[in-house]
């Protein structure tokens, strides 16, 4: 054992590349697209360490081109969950024991594979399993990734530092100890890094946990996996359960080593999940800590002093990028009357350039949707407001299925704020506008806090700044990621920590100290040097 005390030093983001024509990593991201295109490959559960397969399998296709087979998945169920959690607590005598530099130093080392050697291959794979744009798959499949990895590092030794005072005669001092049990990981198909960031945060702090993947993106998931036993993960840290919900979740959260649930996802799910643990509170060993990421109804609100050019820019990328599948993509939008007719002419002037299609065609802005399921959500949505009176449809609308899942990108204008489309999640391409008269400025700030149960992101556009500070003081509770004359996506580690309150989640913030303290609990320990041999106080003398 080190009697040496180790200093990490401050990490700094990740850059990203661009793969612009005529670069090299264009041409080797291409290179590997086509390879992995031409492999079918078995994605089985990782068990201690072990690839288990199961009677039960799954297909394994692209979003864009959904005839086009990129493997087969084995589905967990009770048996498997058993043997991972059982194995799992078994690793946690060892794993939790484990200096902690040892356990940041696979971390740090899983960080330098992101972003080295298998850089192309974990942006590919996300391109191909989520129909993502090399762009958008750089920017979270490596860079957001490493990022969590080096950073989550960083932060925990911060936290280890945070020490009480002593006065003289004691020594105080605090140990940060991972939880009793397992943490029950979820992750969602969007983000690759969010995928790898559920079990891999818990996990650095000590703890064990059950991965369980979302199907529909587990096949760069498990390329995750692979890069963390790469990296030298000890078997049975992190548990690999690929699986529908109820099959891996019911079994998990009726075990009664239970100590957490780190969940992105639905608010259904979420719902659901926190009701079950609820449910069962009586037979846990310790109280679950529950963290958790939702949905978002995010908003885009104009003051007439807005710059109507930049603005135009900020609504094609917050709500088209990666087809508006983003709990963060610009989904309702507030614009002033004064120079509506201006900016409808531009914004549905850029609307129309924006390509759709295959992800590995590099002109193409936007890719298919993740499946048939958000497919026909999506276009149901937009069904609804052709049929609508009081809405009309003033770009796209239009949906294909026979390839892949195309729906191209849609504004909705509506005189209704409190139309459907303005409060309900859509999770796609779609952006609906409500223009309001400019001498209802604070009225529509009202409606716009008001209209949705949702508080994870919004921006504000003006160059008035008592315009910004009436805005931001009046929609202070309705996001909690805020952005100022910008677009309301695309947060950072370390620059924008990342969560949001009301039903969009626990706002534990990923990409910060504060989420990584729910899977540490705290141990004080006083030290006294002397202690006293008379069981009386002064007070007690005679006078």
């Known amino acids: ?106 971390f740090q080392r899983a960080a330098d594979i992101i972003t080295g050697p298998e850089r192309f291959t974990m942006n590919a794979t996300t391109m191909l399993a989520q129909s993502k744009t090399p762009q958008q798959s ?18 925990l030794t911060k936290i280890y530092k945070d020490q009480p005072y002593s006065p003289d005669g004691m020594w105080n001092r605090v140990e940060y100890r991972p939880l009793e049990g397992f943490i029950f990981a979820v992750s969602p198909f969007n983000f690759t890094a969010i995928a790898g960031n559920l079990p891999s945060a818990p996990a650095m702090c000590g703890n064990v946990a059950i991965w369980k993947p979302s199907v529909e993106s587990v096949y760069s998931s498990y390329y995750v996996m692979k890069v963390l036993q790469e990296a030298g993960l000890p078997d049975g840290v992190i548990q690999f359960l690929p699986g529908e919900g109820a099959d891996v979740g019911e079994p998990v959260l009726a075990n009664e080593n239970l100590s957490g649930l780190h969940f992105t996802g639905s608010e259904p799910t979420f719902n659901h999940l926190w009701k079950t643990i609820g449910n069962n509170v009586d037979k846990y060993k310790t109280y ?24 135009v820019i900020a609504a094609i990328r917050g709500a088209f990028e990666y087809q508006g599948q983003k709990c963060s993509a610009a989904s309702r939008m507030y614009v002033p009357q004064s120079f509506w007719p201006e900016y409808r002419e531009k914004l ?13 065609d590099f002109s193409n802005f936007m890719g298919a949707v993740i499946s048939r399921k958000a497919f026909d959500k999506i ?33 909705i204008l509506t005189t209704n704020p409190k139309f459907k489309t303005m409060q309900e999640e859509i999770f796609g391409p779609v ?26 992101t919004g921006a504000i556009w003006a160059k008035d700044r008592y315009a910004l500070n009436i805005m931001a003081d009046k929609l202070r509770q309705a996001a909690g990621n805020f952005y100022i004359n910008d677009k309301p996506t695309a947060a950072v580690v370390n620059q924008q920590p990342f969560g949001g309150a009301r039903r969009s989640g626990t706002n534990d913030k990923a990409g910060s100290m504060v989420n990584l303290y729910k899977w540490l609990s705290m141990r004080s320990m006083k030290e006294t040097y002397q202690a006293p041999l008379d069981w009386t106080y002064p007070y ?3 006078e």
């Open 1 to 106: 054992m080190s009697n040496a005390y180790f200093n990490f030093q401050e990490p700094i983001n990740e850059p990203y590349l661009q793969y612009a024509p005529g670069s090299a990593e264009r041409k080797v991201l291409k290179e590997r697209l086509k390879e992995l295109k031409q492999e079918e490959i078995e994605i089985p559960a990782i068990i201690n360490g072990k690839e288990v397969k199961t009677d039960r399998t799954q297909d394994v296709t692209m979003p864009h081109n959904h005839s086009h087979k990129l493997g087969t998945v084995h589905l967990c169920g009770e048996k498997e969950v058993k043997m991972a959690v059982d194995g799992a607590l078994e690793a946690q005598k060892e794993w939790a024991n484990m200096p902690w530099q040892e356990r940041v130093a696979i």
């Open 138 to 155: 750089e920017i979270e499949a490596v860079g957001e990734l490493a990022d969590f990895l080096r950073f989550n590092a960083w932060y």
């Open 288 to 311: 679950p800590r529950i963290v958790g990421e939702t949905g978002g109804k995010d908003f885009i609100f104009a003051h007439k002093t807005a710059d109507v050019d930049r603005l």
């Open 348 to 360: 549905l002037a850029e609307v129309k350039k924006i390509k759709v299609g295959d992800v590995e």
């Open 379 to 411: 276009s149901g949505y937009i069904d609804y407001a052709k049929e609508a009176d009081d809405a009309e449809i003033i770009a796209g609308g239009e949906y294909d299925d026979s390839k892949g899942y195309f729906i191209q990108p849609t504004v």
């Open 431 to 456: 952006l609906t506008i409500y223009v309001y008269e400019d001498d209802k400025f604070e009225e529509t700030l009202d409606l716009c806090n008001s209209t949705s149960p949702y508080a994870l």
């Open 540 to 542: 007690m003398g005679d």
